[in-house]
């Protein structure tokens, strides 16, 4: 069967997506719970559709298919045998008593599939389910705010895909409901799986950027660990289906404002990139290892210290622009990148889609050639996420 996936870059021309529209979860999460559930504040969910309409309407209006992810898990939950698995282990992933997975089970079972749907990503209350409800722990099922930022939970990388092992407990049920979705939608029939989200160690989707069909690039930060990265290689290099034959692995600071490589670093034409300077320390320095097959089955890896040599040699160019979120200034940068100014989709080599509040970052963009389409962003950036955290792609054009 040919494959339904194909994503050999971050910049061949756009065509499909998934995307996740925010709902009711974006009103379950509380100043109490906000740290835990990864947000910076509670969002206006009204702006925040509204924003997120733009940017979906955005990316039709450039003829790509939005593909909203709810709709898939949708689309498989109206079997009523996939339906009754997909309860009972999605109960199974949080610390309930007997009466608690009882009570919810028949609930949840009671349900049509887009109601069904609904609950999984807004959260159940106590109280609807007839349990008793305590002030501290309202929720039988926890809430899924950050389903909108549908980079991290999967990656498709080639025609394969990535179920990715979340760092946070608040992520976990993400990557949950994609497995689901690739073993029992149509559309992920025969689709290469290159890691499973069992992996005993964390990676997310922020920190996998295919620079081409044989490079990809790994972020080593908060969420993806190296020991990741290396069985990431490892899993590549091995998989005859695969055609990855080298992987970057960039160490960034591990932080909150930087929690993955998209968040300082994006690819946004075929020898430009837009990058944060604060991942480098005053001589331009950057921790990098480059890991390649060692015809052992095993991987070997050089160290390297400076980026641009680096992307140079794995795409064949004999220059590369960086361009530096805020211009690399001490005040601009670091606001913008906080806001996501590093974080751009590239719909198209050389056109991105970018949050309209870094405006100093986008005159930037533009005064070094690039189409840049600005989306709203006041409720949307509440979640630390910028346009192509809120996107997978599922299919780009060769370049
Ligand atoms: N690729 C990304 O950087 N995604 C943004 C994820 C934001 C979300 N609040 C999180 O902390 O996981």
Redesign the pocket.
Known sequence: MNSQLQVNSEIGTLREVLVHRPGPELENITPDTMKD????DVPFLKIAQREHDQFTDLLRNHNVKPVYIEKLLQDILRDGNVKTGFIKDYLAQFTLDSIQVETTQAYLQSLSAHALTTTIYAGLRSETVGLLENYQQPFVLPPL??AY?T??PQAVLGNGVTVNP???A??KPESFIFSWIVDHHPRFQSTPIWLQPTLPTHL????ELVLNQQTLALGISE?TTREAALTLAEHLFNNPASPFETVIAIHIPHN?AM??L??VFTMVNRDQFTIFPGIMDQDYHLNIEILQPNNKGGVKIRQATYLKPVLKESLGLSEIDLIETGGGDAIIAPREQWN?GS?NLAIAPGEVVTYDRNYRSIQLMRDHGLTVHEIPSSELAR????A???SQPLWRDEL
């Open positions: 559930l990864l947000f910076d705010p950050n930022f980079r991290d979340m760092t946070f608040a992520r997310e989707g922020g920190d969420r909150h929690m993955h998209d968040t996501d974080n979640g630390r996420g910028g192509r955290c809120m």
